[in-house]
């Protein structure tokens, strides 16, 4: 069972990283704010726009270490070091569709979005762990009785905030990015949960007729 777990959330992962590097191709139109961030970083200071991810992540899981240990675990930490490098992985083989300049890179930024949450979906079904910007944002609201989306608002708006302080690619699909990948996540890990339940279901009964 385990390794369908892991097997999903590597997946999941995966397609997370494809996900981002295929709106990055794109992302004078818009991006997601922790990509508008970590574009601006790069923009900036150089390295890839993937190990900006990286460094965000773990420095999300150091506050949150002090903050609320809790929602740190093995998947945290797979999360904050793997998205990046799959991201920069799939943007070094230069084999995604390109910005055309034209209403085209609204259809290449929505399959990324798609793509995106159909990932982020998977790899939360796998039960593993969530990833560290999930993890500040429960932390966020455990210590300020905040609910999680009004946690994860604030936080958002301030990393967008920043990032386009510093320039980063901030237009219409920034605005909408949510209320799109949102109910793609919502479904795909509704969807997935039912496969690990199935899967157990199916295991179990094999499990207990060792034990007659």
Not at 90 to 113: C, H, M, Q, R
Not at 180 to 200: A, E
């Amino acid at each position: 069972m385990k390794v369908l777990q892991y097997v999903l959330f590597f997946l999941g992962l995966t397609f997370f990283g494809l996900g981002n590097a295929i709106a990055v191709k794109v992302k004078y139109v818009g991006l997601h704010p922790w990509e508008v961030l970590n574009v601006a970083l790069y923009q900036h200071f150089g390295l890839t726009i993937g190990t900006w991810g990286v460094i965000c992540g773990l420095v999300l899981i150091g506050i949150s270490f002090f903050t609320d240990r809790k929602y740190i675990n093995i998947g945290t930490f797979l999360n904050a070091l793997c998205i990046g490098p799959i991201m920069d992985f799939f943007l070094w083989l230069d084999l995604l569709p390109k910005a055309t300049n034209t209403w085209v890179d609204y259809l290449i930024l929505l399959s990324g979005v798609v793509i995106t949450g159909i990932g982020g979906g998977m790899y939360v079904a796998a039960g593993i762990g969530a990833g560290p910007r999930d993890g500040f944002m429960l932390s966020i609201s455990d210590k300020t009785g905040l609910s999680v989306s009004k946690a994860r608002m604030i936080v958002e708006s301030l990393v967008l905030i920043i990032g386009y302080i510093l320039g980063g690619p901030v237009f219409i699909a920034t605005f909408v990015y949510t209320f799109i990948q949102s109910p793609v996540f919502q479904q795909s890990l509704k969807r997935f949960k039912k496969l690990i339940s199935f899967v157990k279901s199916r295991k179990k009964p094999a499990g207990e007729q060792l034990f007659l």
